[in-house]
């Protein structure tokens, strides 16, 4: 009887060091089952912050989190805007004198529709600020929270504008 119990309490506590290793996801994370925010093909090959991110958005939108989705987008966005100036060797223009650091995302918009360096489409234009909102909110207030309606209404465009800002970065 005792070997019985033995033996049971020796599987459990195997199980148990075994749990963490076989659920915890891997440190670089997971990616997601679907594409439904952002095809991966967009960014497939450019830079390896830039896919992870792009697996962060379709992940977090495929478990039904969209305030995370909608930071990851804003944070995509962000991020697309510097890589945009960096390419064209005008970093200069969206950083801080006095510090060197970035703009806020408030002002990188800003100076990415006003940029003469290049003409960005009429979808572009209008999804800058709608994603900065939005993502602002999931990020920043209190007691809003995303749906995933707010997330569907900005993906046409979304993927309009990562587009561009691709190119316009030169990464494809």
Not at 39 to 49: D, E, I, K, M, S
Not at 121 to 150: I, M
Not at 166 to 171: D, S, V
Request: with cysteine.
């Amino acid at each position: 009887m005792r070997s019985v119990a033995r033996e049971a309490l020796d599987i459990a506590k195997r199980i148990q060091a075994d749990a963490p290793l076989r659920y915890v996801p891997p440190s670089a994370g997971t990616r997601p089952a679907t594409q439904a925010v952002l095809p991966f093909a967009l960014v497939q090959n450019t830079r390896g912050y830039l896919e992870r991110v792009v697996h962060q958005i379709n992940g977090s939108y495929e478990k039904g989190w969209f305030d995370a989705c909608a930071v990851m987008m804003r944070r995509l966005m962000e991020t697309l805007i510097i890589e945009c100036f960096e390419a064209h060797g005008i970093a200069n223009k969206i950083r801080d004198t006095r510090t060197g650091d970035f703009f806020y995302l408030s002002d990188l918009v800003t100076h990415a529709l006003a940029e003469p360096a290049w003409n960005l489409g009429r979808n572009t234009k209008r999804a800058l600020p709608n994603l900065k909102t939005v993502g602002d909110q999931s990020a920043h207030s209190r007691r809003y929270n995303a749906h995933r309606e707010d997330i569907d209404k900005l993906i046409p465009d979304f993927r309009t504008a990562c587009q561009e800002l691709i190119y316009l970065a030169k990464l494809k």
